[in-house]
């Protein structure tokens, strides 16, 4: 494909490519995406429909804040799985069903993205290295390395659900691996995507598929239930447990936040413009709270941008937001089919598995490449006490504690406890050595074995 550039802007225009050009170039962007982001609804309960709904509609309002300048898609956010999960738990203690629970969750995923409008307005005030200092990467890279252990259990239990759901698992696990590593083109961008369509492939040809439901459901129907939203709680509220959700989902949005510095950077990097600058930081920020808060009051996950479309910007060298823009009218159609929705619940067991335990072992190695990119100094005493506490208080209080602990009335999720003693370690200790030998040693003189 012939790529043409304008050198008035600096970046590639794709309206010298032609609509046909383009519309496949929208596909192959929604392709990327695709994968991930409905599994995010599969694995938490939520609607398939509203989530291909409001990443679309999510992704046009995050182009028209950022002022129609930045090439990003935004999709489902995997870093808020244990959030609702753990909503789902203290709803279960409570007697709730996971439908009614998980609106008491979205509102928790709602005041997160409200929480990266407090964040945009701190950075336009006070400037953004100033504000990214309490956000350090050795209190961020832990806590997203909690968020994928601390779901490696889910992922185990899809392996296990069915007498084939573990071979269906190593079929998905094998392709995924094989198109991240020895695929080449838009293959190589979109493995999850592959791994999905190669595993129900086989679980179909094994019989472990039933599609009764998908039969049965509609060509054409609304993409969301309004006892699905968060609307619906405020009928007959639980003050307390909504209270309980907030706090226990509000402080994910702390690394979700630093990650979303992280993609634009990625993006600015790929297409050689500096949007932290222009469009500015702040208004990326707002877009993406603003869809996120949007997503969760009507029942969707969270947003946030993803990488995997920047992957495709990188290998078409088309940087033209035009062609994101096609990709989120794309999936706003594709959420009104009831028939495509249920083609996704009905997902094998095994498949979800398999791509889970990649997926979350993506996310706890994400983490953990935050702390190697960054240099992040472990002969401190200081970075080796936030990181432990992060790590053991997050993963101890999910499996010993089941993911609860309470004051009063209010319970706080592992992670959120984890991530707010981070913090707070992080802002009132002193940088020191771990080993102080190391300093008596350089006095002295002695040299180091």
């Given at each position: 494909?012939?790529?043409?550039?304008?050198?008035?802007?600096?970046?590639?225009?794709?309206?010298?490519?032609?609509?046909?050009?383009?519309?496949?170039?929208?596909?192959?962007?929604?392709?990327?995406?695709?994968?991930?982001?409905?599994?995010?609804?599969?694995l938490t309960g939520l609607s398939v429909s509203a989530t291909l709904l409001f990443a679309g509609l999510g992704t046009l309002l995050?182009?028209?804040?950022?002022?129609?300048?930045?090439?990003?898609?935004?999709?489902?956010?995997?870093?808020?799985?244990?959030?609702?999960?753990?909503?789902?738990?203290?709803?279960?203690?409570?007697?709730?069903?996971?439908?009614?629970?998980?609106?008491?969750?979205?509102?928790?995923?709602?005041?997160?993205?409200?929480?990266?409008?407090?964040?945009?307005?701190?950075?336009?005030?006070?400037?953004?290295?100033?504000?990214?200092?309490?956000?350090?990467?050795?209190?961020?890279?832990?806590?997203?390395?909690?968020?994928?252990?601390?779901?490696?259990?889910?992922?185990?239990?899809?392996?296990?659900?069915?007498?084939?759901?573990?071979?269906?698992?190593?079929?998905?696990?094998?392709?995924?691996?094989?198109?991240?590593?020895?695929?080449?083109?838009?293959?190589?961008?979109?493995?999850?995507?592959?791994?999905?369509?190669?595993?129900?492939?086989?679980?179909?040809?094994?019989?472990?598929?039933?599609?009764?439901?998908?039969?049965?459901?509609?060509?054409?129907?609304?993409?969301?239930?309004?006892?699905?939203?968060?609307?619906?709680?405020?009928?007959?509220?639980?003050?307390?447990?909504?209270?309980?959700?907030?706090?226990?989902i509000i402080p994910i949005a702390l690394a979700t936040m630093v990650e979303h510095i992280g993609d634009i950077c990625s993006i600015?990097?790929?297409?050689?413009?500096?949007?932290?600058?222009?469009?500015?930081?702040?208004?990326?920020?707002?877009?993406?709270?603003?869809?996120?808060?949007?997503?969760?009051?009507?029942?969707?996950?969270?947003?946030?941008?993803?990488?995997?479309?920047?992957?495709?910007?990188?290998?078409?060298?088309?940087?033209?937001?035009?062609?994101?823009?096609?990709?989120?009218?794309?999936?706003?159609?594709?959420?009104?089919?009831?028939?495509?929705?249920?083609?996704?619940h009905v997902m094998p067991s095994g498949t979800i598995g398999g791509i889970s335990l990649i997926l979350y072992g993506m996310i706890?190695?994400?983490?953990?490449?935050?702390?190697?990119?960054?240099?992040?100094?472990?002969?401190?005493?200081?970075?080796?006490?936030?990181?432990?506490?992060?790590?053991?208080?997050?993963?101890?209080?999910?499996?010993?504690?089941?993911?609860?602990?309470?004051?009063?009335?209010?319970?706080?999720?592992?992670?959120?406890?984890?991530?707010?003693?981070?913090?707070?370690?992080?802002?009132?200790?002193?940088?020191?050595?771990?080993?102080?030998?190391?300093?008596?040693?350089?006095?002295?003189?002695?040299?180091?074995?």
């Open positions: 494909m012939k790529h043409f550039i304008d050198n008035s802007k600096g970046i590639y225009d794709a309206r010298e490519l032609g609509r046909p050009r383009m519309l496949l170039l929208g596909f192959q962007h929604l392709f990327a995406m695709f994968g991930a982001t409905v599994l995010v609804p599969v995050f182009h028209f804040i950022t002022k129609r300048k930045v090439p990003a898609f935004l999709g489902s956010s995997f870093a808020f799985l244990g959030g609702y999960a753990t909503v789902t738990a203290l709803g279960a203690d409570k007697g709730m069903t996971q439908s009614v629970a998980l609106t008491y969750a979205c509102i928790g995923v709602f005041c997160a993205g409200l929480l990266y409008l407090v964040l945009a307005g701190l950075i336009k005030w006070f400037g953004t290295k100033k504000v990214l200092r309490f956000f350090p990467s050795v209190v961020t890279g832990p806590i997203i390395i909690a968020i994928g252990l601390t779901l490696s259990g889910s992922a185990l239990n899809n392996c296990v659900s069915t007498d084939h759901s573990w071979i269906i698992a190593v079929v998905a696990v094998a392709v995924v691996i094989v198109c991240s590593i020895w695929a080449k083109g838009i293959i190589r961008i979109v493995p999850i995507l592959m791994g999905v369509i190669v595993s129900y492939l086989f679980a179909l040809s094994i019989g472990n598929v039933d599609f009764t439901s998908v039969k049965e459901a509609a060509w054409f129907g609304l993409p969301f239930r309004w006892e699905n939203t968060a609307f619906s709680v405020f009928s007959h509220p639980d003050w307390s447990f909504m209270v309980t959700a907030i706090i226990s600015s990097s790929t297409t050689d413009k500096n949007y932290l600058e222009d469009p500015g930081l702040h208004r990326t920020l707002i877009g993406d709270g603003l869809a996120t808060a949007l997503a969760a009051a009507f029942g969707a996950p969270a947003n946030t941008t993803y990488g995997e479309n920047t992957g495709v910007l990188n290998l078409t060298k088309v940087y033209d937001p035009r062609v994101i823009r096609i990709a989120a009218f794309i999936a706003v159609l594709l959420a009104f089919c009831p028939k495509f929705a249920e083609l996704i706890a190695a994400v983490g953990v490449r935050n702390l190697v990119e960054n240099q992040v100094d472990f002969t401190k005493s200081k970075n080796v006490m936030v990181a432990a506490l992060i790590l053991v208080l997050a993963i101890g209080i999910k499996y010993a504690l089941n993911d609860q602990i309470r004051f009063g009335s209010i319970g706080l999720s592992g992670l959120a406890v984890a991530a707010l003693v981070g913090i707070f370690l992080n802002t009132v200790l002193p940088d020191e050595k771990i080993f102080p030998f190391e300093k008596e040693m350089k006095e002295k003189d002695i040299p180091e074995k």
